[in-house]
């Protein structure tokens, strides 16, 4: 068989087609991992959200996370413990939300341990979110496990 542009044109066409095919199988079988599951849904509430923003200013400072052998601690102070009327805690995994772990947070309850065997190394975001008097509060701290 004899080589000239028309075969050339032929081949290039071809690895291109199959290539282009690959890529997309390829991509196809790739997980998605949004930041969250319903992300437009959280957008559209951003006006309440940077209310509950300016709300939860004063108390950025109120907990305290530590790590020990065990597990990764979070205090609450006192002070803002007796005035929480129902929350949740959530390690919010970035990179895949399936490791995140979510946590009720009971009234009164002044310290929360995630154990250290559910955890994985890596980044977390802390979300602590909390309800006084009907208002909702948040503050969010990164937690680096190692």
Same mark, same amino acid.
């Given at each position: 068989?004899?080589?000239?542009?028309?075969?050339?044109?032929f081949?290039?066409?071809?690895?291109?087609?199959? =290539?282009?095919?690959?890529f997309?199988?390829? +991509?196809?079988?790739?997980?998605?991992?949004?930041?969250?599951?319903n992300?437009?849904?959280?957008?559209?509430?951003?006006?309440?959200?940077?209310n509950?923003? +300016?709300?939860?200013?004063?108390?950025?400072?109120?907990?305290?996370?530590?790590?020990?052998?065990?597990?990764?601690?979070?205090?609450?102070?006192?002070?803002?413990?007796?005035?929480?009327?129902? =929350?949740?805690?959530?390690?919010?995994?970035?990179?895949?939300?399936?490791?995140d772990?979510?946590?009720?947070?009971?009234?009164?309850?002044?310290?929360?341990?995630?154990?250290?065997?559910?955890?994985? +190394?890596?980044?977390?975001?802390?979300?602590?979110?909390?309800?006084?008097?009907?208002?909702?509060?948040?503050?969010?701290?990164?937690?680096?496990?190692q």
């Amino acid at each position: 068989m004899k080589f000239n542009w028309g075969t050339g044109i032929f081949l290039f066409l071809a690895l291109f087609l199959a =290539g282009s095919a690959v890529f997309i199988v390829f +991509a196809v079988r790739q997980p998605v991992n949004l930041v969250h599951k319903n992300y437009y849904e959280k957008g559209v509430d951003h006006t309440e959200q940077m209310n509950v923003n +300016a709300r939860s200013k004063p108390f950025t400072r109120s907990f305290e996370v530590n790590m020990n052998d065990e597990a990764l601690v979070i205090n609450i102070e006192n002070d803002l413990a007796s005035k929480i009327d129902s =929350g949740n805690m959530q390690l919010y995994r970035p990179s895949d939300y399936t490791k995140d772990i979510r946590y009720k947070f009971l009234a009164g309850n002044s310290s929360i341990q995630f154990p250290k065997t559910e955890l994985i +190394a890596g980044r977390y975001i802390l979300k602590f979110t909390w309800y006084t008097d009907g208002l909702r509060y948040e503050v969010d701290r990164p937690v680096n496990i190692q």
